[in-house]
């Protein structure tokens, strides 16, 4: 009689090893799985929060304050060139601890809040900024609310009433002078007789001068005031054509001023970011700075260096310089220092006010040294695109 066995050998033997590398890849799968699912949950949330409508960039920078949206964690969504500045973002897209903790807070109560904060990069100023919940019109639609914050600077802030105070003092007097002498000359001409052609042909002259003396300062001042109100267009750009551009505009001129324009540019040059029609605002003013207060024989040169991640712009000259207690001021509307004061009639004092709003748009800061008989050389960066 055969009893039946119970227990038999299994037909296939898996070893110790396979049943490791099993679980070891079920591990690995469940972990992917893992970060593939919260991957796509924070990308749905990035969405939801950083999503911003193409037009809102061009809205914040026509804002005349500092001005960002920011997320509920403190990130920015958008921001204008101004905020930019103000608080040193670059390229970082996370507000300072004590920005975004106030954020947070906002958002959290629904209530605004305008108080003062250490500036990012001298701990000595204060920023004053007001926060903003911005509420979607339905919570189903959009249940990620972001922050409005609006950020200015209290002494830029008086600095620059001061400055503006300053410059309708200065419009109203460089108005009035001109003014005045055209109303001399015309009383001149009135009572001219036929025989004092000479004597009307001169104050015809001077009449034509100052007008032409006023119509610049007016187109300065048209473009001060365009450059405050109006954002810049940002674009790719060959800087290097956009100076050549520049110096080609300006050509005939250095030719009756004997002053020689050069171009000095490495091969293989990167493009910037920047507004191509004001950044060659910024070229012409500055070779027309060299060109009206240089004698003859003297060089203004554009020389642009490849540094990476920027273009460093130098404009040179080997004109008369300016004087050391005049650089802290040349940038100031209307300012024109001892040197330039000899031919003040060449010029409006805006040309610099405008080269450094147009710079400060993009970000960048124009420096300037300088000697009195050494020539002058101003530098600018501007980021490469």
Request: charged fraction near 20%; include cysteine.
């Amino acid at each position: 009689m055969v009893v039946p066995t119970l227990w038999q050998e299994p037909v296939v033997s898996i070893s110790l090893g396979w049943v490791a590398l099993a679980a070891l890849l079920a591990v690995v799968l469940l972990i992917s799985l893992a970060v593939l699912l919260t991957w796509r949950y924070w990308q749905r949330r990035a969405s939801a929060a950083s999503h911003a409508p193409s037009w809102l960039p061009d809205l914040l920078n026509s804002l005349p304050v500092a001005a960002l949206v920011a997320d509920p964690d403190g990130q920015v969504v958008v921001h204008n060139t101004e905020a930019a500045r103000l608080l040193g973002l670059g390229g970082a897209r996370e507000l300072p601890l004590a920005l975004r903790t106030l954020v947070q807070r906002v958002l959290a109560s629904d209530v605004s809040e305008t108080t003062e904060i250490p500036a990012p990069q001298d701990a000595q100023r204060r920023l004053r900024v007001t926060v903003t919940a911005l509420g979607a019109a339905s919570p189903a639609a959009s249940p990620v609310k972001n922050a409005l914050v609006l950020v200015s600077d209290p002494v830029e802030l008086r600095q620059r009433e001061m400055s503006y105070r300053r410059l309708i003092g200065t419009v109203s007097h460089e108005l009035r002078t001109p003014l005045t002498a055209i109303m001399g000359h015309v009383d001149i001409l009135g009572s001219c007789s036929v025989e004092e052609e000479a004597l009307w042909r001169r104050s015809q002259r001077f009449i034509a001068g100052e007008v032409q003396r006023l119509a610049r300062l007016v187109d300065d001042l048209l473009s001060l005031s365009r450059l405050e109100t109006s954002p810049s267009q940002m674009r790719p750009v060959n800087v290097q054509a956009i100076a050549e551009e520049a110096i080609s505009a300006l050509w005939e001129a250095a030719e009756r001023a004997q002053v020689t324009l050069l171009l000095q540019a490495p091969p293989g040059l990167p493009r910037v970011l920047a507004d191509p029609d004001r950044l060659q605002q910024v070229f012409i003013n500055l070779l027309d700075n060299a060109i009206k207060y240089s004698s003859g024989g003297a060089t203004a040169t554009i020389r642009l260096y490849d540094e990476g991640n920027v273009v460093r712009v130098e404009a040179a000259d080997t004109g008369p310089g300016i004087a050391t207690e005049d650089l802290p001021h040349i940038f100031e509307p209307m300012y024109r220092g001892s040197t330039a004061a000899i031919r003040a009639s060449l010029g409006t004092g805006l040309g610099l006010t405008i080269v450094k709003t147009i710079l400060e748009q993009h970000g960048a800061t124009i420096s300037v040294e300088s000697a009195l008989g050494e020539g002058t050389t101003f530098t600018f960066s501007l980021p490469c695109a």
